[in-house]
């Protein structure tokens, strides 16, 4: 049998089953190198990039040996953003579908906290949160880890890089001696190295995916002054035209001044940084998914846990000191079978940077001149959509066929002038062909969705 088939692995028959109606046959590079030692119950290092198939690793460790009929919390999940949070969680609940009643909880900051308590009470097999959230309720009693058999630590270079090392060492400390630890992570400088070792015994490290397939991410190189980085930008995007960017800068207050400039240029750009509420940070991400913002202007952060399945270009404002912050960064594009294009500015002074990227993916940089980039003086880049704000959500028994329902019959448009739709608790996006937009507001609003008035607005990026 084909050793990095799924059907390869000491597995139960209706996991496997599951994983097949799930379009998983094929182990990923990072799942064939951790699964087998993972569930030999061996504690783990694991270097794997982001959409390199880590979850489904881990996943399926946890839910190998789960006991549905026991309702304690047998395994946690720590990741540094609640964006991450909730993908692992509905990525775990769906590789769970074998069997019945596996409840997956996730607790991050930024969601009321009754609710999470009361979930709490009437238990749960997994919990998925960020490290302050889990924190919070073992201050105030309301978690229980002492039956926690897998403790799993996402992405943990950036929990470790947003301050979370006393959060997660006190978490740890709740969890009993005796279990099984797998840690996940893009990169593994020595700070990492270091806090892990306490929580880690014997563990085996593996790495994969860390350098991206020749040919899948066109790199491009350009010099400039000090002074031109922003003007850059805007040339880079009015010449490449791409429909998507992430532009990463070094600082939040670089991530402003940049926002900020490009929105005066007509680009439809927003910054995601550190000093944002959650409430803010989840629209944001809303308008860039959904194609109404063309433009993420962001620190390395900020923009972890972030899964974009199609992404255009990457443009590294500001060149990393840490070459596999880069690779990680330029990693967004070129997913699945895209091509991907990744633009990095660089001052005279960052030139050592560059030439440790060059040393570390063992191919020289391929240097452009900006000045033979047309200028563009055209329209700027206009994302395609715009996001209607409704004001009712979950809460008011919303979902996505409604709105779809009332945008495609009420109002009269096509299905392909409407763009995604997300409902949250008590507001809810929906993303609109810009050209049509007003028109659907208009008609929208003068009616009525499942028999009532919402309140509703457009949100601009």
């Avoid at 062909?433 to 990026?461: C, P, T, V, W």
């Amino acid at each position: 049998m084909n050793n990095t088939a799924f059907a390869s692995l000491p597995l139960a028959p209706t996991l496997l089953a599951n994983l097949e109606s799930l379009g998983y046959h094929e182990m990923t590079p990072i799942q064939a190198q951790t699964l087998p030692v993972a569930l030999e119950g061996r504690d783990l290092i694991a270097q794997a990039k982001t959409g390199s198939g880590k979850t489904a690793a881990f996943g399926i460790s946890i839910l190998s040996k789960l006991n549905p009929t026991w309702f304690a919390i047998q395994a946690l999940v720590m990741c540094p953003t609640r964006e991450l949070a909730d993908q692992v969680a509905n990525e775990l609940r769906r590789l769970a579908r074998f069997a019945d009643n596996i409840k997956v909880l996730t607790l991050c900051g930024g969601a009321p906290m009754r609710p999470q308590i009361a979930s709490l009470e009437h238990g749960a097999h997994i919990v998925v949160g960020t490290p302050g959230r889990i924190r919070d309720h073992l201050g105030r009693g309301t978690i229980n880890l002492a039956t926690v058999q897998t403790l799993v630590l996402d992405e943990a270079d950036r929990m470790v890089d947003m301050g979370f090392q006393e959060e997660i060492a006190g978490i740890v400390s709740a969890c009993p001696a005796r279990r099984q630890t797998l840690l996940f992570s893009a990169t593994y400088p020595d700070d990492i190295r270091k806090v892990s070792s306490p929580f880690l015994r014997d563990p085996v490290e593996v790495s994969a995916e860390v350098q991206h397939e020749a040919g899948k991410i066109e790199q491009r190189f350009y010099e400039i002054g000090y002074e031109d980085r922003n003007a850059a930008v805007g040339r880079l995007l009015r010449h490449y035209k791409p429909v998507s960017t992430i532009a990463f800068c070094n600082t939040k207050i670089h991530c402003r001044e940049l926002a900020d400039e490009l929105q005066a240029q007509g680009f439809s750009a927003l910054a995601l940084h550190g000093d944002l509420e959650q409430r803010e940070r989840d629209e944001i991400l809303v308008l860039f998914a959904n194609r109404s913002c063309s433009v993420l202007v962001a620190t390395d952060v900020a923009a972890r846990g972030l899964d974009i399945q199609s992404l255009s270009a990457v443009i590294n404002v500001d060149v990393s000191k840490d070459t596999e912050v880069h690779v990680h960064r330029i990693g967004r594009t070129g997913r699945g079978q895209e091509k991907g294009m990744a633009l990095s500015l660089c001052a005279p002074n960052e030139k050592k940077w560059v030439k440790l990227i060059e040393e570390y993916q063992n191919q020289p940089a391929e240097w452009h001149e900006l000045a033979t980039l047309e200028a563009g003086q055209g329209r700027a880049l206009q994302a395609p959509m715009v996001t209607l704000c409704i004001q009712g959500g979950k809460k008011d028994k919303l979902r996505p066929g409604d709105l779809l329902g009332a945008l495609t019959g009420d109002v009269g448009l096509s299905k392909e002038q409407v763009g995604k739709i997300n409902v949250f608790e008590f507001t809810t996006y929906v993303a609109l062909d810009r050209h049509i937009a007003e028109q659907a507001y208009q008609r929208l609003s003068s009616g009525n969705i499942k028999g009532r008035n919402f309140k509703m607005r457009f949100i601009s990026s």
